[in-house]
């Protein structure tokens, strides 16, 4: 059944967008259907301009080739352009509309230059969430300033997403494992005490003596140091052997579900796959093109084998399965839009689907902090047994 309320939303949106003059920036949350509101705009455009040419930049092939097929099942693919956006800043276009899908990644350095190499009369961006860890959304919202914005809390209250539940689990790390984080927290504590130990700070501080040429011996030391206890920490409690067997009991548990496991490298990822046997592939960059297609279409067919996909990274953004329905976080940081990203890929609308989201966290350690961050303002439930999920 159609969703009248949602589209009634996004044409809302689509007329909010016109009536600042084309220029602007829609925020909401993933599963509420921001590619729609793009679609709405880009056929209404066609419509009064059949020659107009649209240029849609994106950040991943993943996402060209799910942008190409919707295009072409609204039939207005001869008058728009895909292209990714490693591609987009080096040449130069020229167009009518420009649409800028997931904004936020193009504050970086050398991203921020499609504002220059890009020639347009119109511009529509379109993220989960805007701000960026170090502060260059400033840059994206010069160029196109936020129009609207769709919390994920108001897409659970209409039933524009489906209802999910959240799970903080609490997996403990192998012995082995507590002591190496230990002596890499020590390494990070101290580092920090001797550049002044004030939180963000430092942070900022290290980085400044670490590219600074007039930085002394000492203080390139201490920075990199600091750096690496960072580095080392989140790699040690990310990548704990500890809990693979948890995943692998959770999988067991939810056997009819289609399932999502985010990890933080390459080889948890394939271990995971190993463990899991024949029901799980892992999907990361490492991969050829032609291999993750293959991996995708066998997770999104119900008749194979292939009910769990093991990535990193790589389906943070545009992975669209609406009958998954279980996601399993092995790994997670302290960024919201990582989080926002994540749970939409699990909460797609279908009916009667009750979708779960499990976070797995190691106690005592950093991974405590970051998703008291990245959850800040959500409703989540903190357990110590999977016997506790319902």
């Given at each position: 059944?159609?969703?009248?309320?949602?589209?009634?939303?996004?044409?809302?949106?689509?007329?909010?967008?016109?009536?600042?003059?084309?220029?602007?920036?829609?925020?909401?949350?993933?599963?509420?259907?921001?590619?729609?509101?793009?679609?709405?705009?880009?056929?209404?455009?066609?419509?009064?301009?059949?020659?107009?040419?649209?240029?849609?930049?994106?950040?991943?092939?993943?996402?060209?080739?799910?942008?190409?097929?919707?295009?072409?099942?609204?039939?207005?693919?001869?008058?728009?352009?895909?292209?990714?956006?490693?591609?987009?800043?080096?040449?130069?276009?020229?167009?009518?509309?420009?649409?800028?899908?997931?904004?936020?990644?193009?504050?970086?350095?050398?991203?921020?230059?499609?504002?220059?190499?890009?020639?347009?009369?119109?511009?529509?961006?379109?993220?989960?969430?805007?701000?960026?860890?170090?502060?260059?959304?400033?840059?994206?919202?010069?160029?196109?300033?936020?129009?609207?914005?769709?919390?994920?809390?108001?897409?659970?209250?209409?039933?524009?997403?489906?209802?999910?539940?959240?799970?903080?689990?609490?997996?403990?790390?192998?012995?082995e494992e507590v002591t190496a984080y230990k002596r890499a927290d020590g390494g990070f504590r101290r580092a920090a005490s001797l550049?002044?130990?004030?939180?963000?700070?430092?942070?900022?501080?290290?980085?400044?003596?670490?590219?600074?040429?007039?930085?002394?011996?000492?203080?390139?030391?201490a920075a990199g140091a600091y750096f690496n206890g960072i580095r080392q920490r989140g790699s040690i409690c990310k990548n704990s052997?500890?809990?693979?067997?948890?995943?692998?009991?959770?999988?067991?548990?939810?056997?009819?579900?289609?399932?999502?496991?985010?990890?933080?490298?390459?080889?948890?990822?394939?271990?995971?796959?190993?463990?899991?046997?024949?029901?799980?592939?892992?999907?990361?960059?490492?991969?050829?093109?032609?291999?993750?297609?293959?991996?995708?279409?066998?997770?999104?067919?119900?008749?194979?084998?292939?009910?769990?996909?093991?990535?990193?990274?790589?389906?943070?953004?545009?992975?669209?399965?609406?009958?998954?329905?279980?996601?399993?976080?092995?790994?997670?940081?302290?960024?919201?839009?990582?989080?926002?990203?994540?749970?939409?890929?699990?909460?797609?609308?279908?009916?009667?689907?009750?979708?779960?989201?499990?976070?797995?966290?190691?106690?005592?350690?950093?991974?405590?902090?970051?998703?008291?961050?990245?959850?800040?303002?959500?409703?989540?439930?903190?357990?110590?047994?999977?016997?506790?999920?319902?």
């Open positions: 059944m159609k969703d009248s309320s949602r589209t009634s939303k996004q044409e809302e949106i689509v007329n909010l967008w016109r009536k600042a003059h084309g220029m602007g920036t829609v925020v909401a949350a993933t599963g509420f259907g921001k590619t729609r509101v793009a679609i709405i705009s880009i056929k209404r455009f066609v419509e009064v301009q059949p020659n107009v040419s649209i240029v849609i930049i994106v950040p991943t092939l993943n996402l060209k080739d799910q942008w190409i097929k919707e295009l072409q099942t609204h039939k207005v693919n001869n008058n728009c352009e895909v292209v990714i956006v490693n591609t987009a800043y080096k040449n130069k276009y020229k167009c009518g509309l420009l649409v800028l899908d997931e904004i936020h990644c193009y504050g970086a350095p050398q991203f921020k230059k499609i504002f220059k190499t890009i020639t347009y009369d119109y511009i529509l961006g379109l993220t989960a969430t805007i701000e960026r860890a170090d502060g260059k959304h400033d840059i994206l919202l010069e160029h196109c300033p936020i129009i609207a914005e769709v919390a994920i809390d108001e897409c659970h209250e209409k039933g524009w997403v489906s209802p999910y539940t959240t799970y903080n689990l609490e997996v403990p790390m192998l012995p550049l002044g130990g004030n939180g963000g700070q430092t942070f900022r501080l290290a980085q400044q003596l670490i590219k600074d040429p007039r930085s002394t011996p000492e203080q390139k030391a052997k500890a809990k693979l067997p948890i995943i692998k009991e959770i999988i067991t548990l939810f056997k009819d579900r289609k399932a999502l496991i985010f990890s933080d490298s390459t080889d948890f990822a394939d271990e995971l796959q190993e463990l899991l046997g024949e029901e799980c592939l892992s999907f990361h960059s490492k991969l050829t093109k032609k291999v993750r297609a293959e991996i995708l279409k066998k997770f999104k067919d119900g008749r194979t084998k292939q009910r769990v996909i093991s990535a990193v990274k790589a389906l943070n953004a545009g992975f669209d399965v609406p009958d998954c329905s279980l996601g399993i976080v092995a790994a997670g940081n302290s960024r919201k839009l990582d989080n926002i990203q994540r749970t939409g890929r699990i909460i797609r609308y279908v009916p009667g689907k009750q979708a779960i989201i499990i976070n797995l966290y190691a106690p005592d350690t950093q991974e405590v902090a970051w998703l008291t961050n990245r959850q800040e303002g959500q409703e989540v439930n903190w357990i110590k047994s999977i016997n506790e999920i319902n």
